[in-house]
């Protein structure tokens, strides 16, 4: 408690010393644990659930294939900007790391000398995981979720406050909504163009599988074909 009277009526602090102290209880090992999970785990887990979700709509193929893989990249791509846009925010704000203003916190990762606000961990996983809502409601969600677990983890880390990380969910969100627009017109052309291409095909669909409106004209022009020899003969 005598780190929280030091942190005042500040609740952004207050929250930090909460979350972080539950760090000084946890068991050695469970602290590395979250130690990975936090820096490195869930950005993993992140790719690997856009991977699974591009299976996933590659296999089912339909009219929306493309349309869906064209949502899908510009989830990482939409992380990507909302970095860059970062870049800037941070640079302005200028806000120090909450172990060098504040003691007493376990800081689980060492080597942390940038700005604090806001965090780049919680602004890729919240763009990739709102990104991956707009192409894939389910796995949306699955995203989401462990974004909002990322978030917690830095704060328990000791290396972001609470409000780093709900500016990064922020700012991700913005840019992949604010953006999605302009993306889904540039992207949806080329991947149809990739769709329709003889090998890359396979990139928006497994092979045996075609858009609904493909599927449901060959037979119609198989059945023409048919009554066409019948009547010449």
């Keep these: 408690m005598a780190q929280l009277a030091e942190s005042g009526s500040n609740p952004d602090v207050d929250l930090l010393y909460d979350i972080n102290g539950l760090a000084k209880h946890a068991p050695h090992w469970f602290d590395r644990v979250m130690e990975f999970v936090g820096e490195w785990g869930l950005l993993l887990a992140m790719v690997l659930l856009v991977l699974w979700c591009w299976s996933s709509v590659r296999r089912r193929g339909g009219a929306d294939a493309a349309a869906t893989v064209a949502a899908l990249v510009w989830a990482p791509l939409a992380a990507g900007i909302a970095l860059l846009v970062n870049i800037p925010i941070r640079g302005f704000v200028e806000r120090p790391r909450p172990f060098v203003d504040h003691q007493g916190l376990d800081v689980l990762v060492s080597g942390k000398t940038d700005f604090s606000f806001v965090s780049d961990h919680a602004t890729i996983t919240m763009a990739v995981g709102v990104g991956l809502f707009v192409a894939h409601r389910k796995f949306g969600l699955a995203g989401i979720a462990l974004a909002l677990l990322e978030g917690f983890c830095r704060v328990f880390m000791g290396v972001h406050y609470p409000t780093d990380v709900i500016g990064g969910f922020a700012l ?62």
């Design 172 to 233: 991700g969100t913005a840019v992949v909504l604010l953006l999605s627009p302009l993306a889904t017109a540039l992207l949806t052309p080329v991947m149809k163009a990739v769709e329709r291409a003889p090998r890359v095909g396979l990139l928006i669909r497994a092979r045996g599988t075609a858009p609904a409106g493909r599927e449901a004209l060959i037979p119609e022009a198989r059945t023409e074909h048919t009554e066409e020899r019948d009547l010449a003969a």
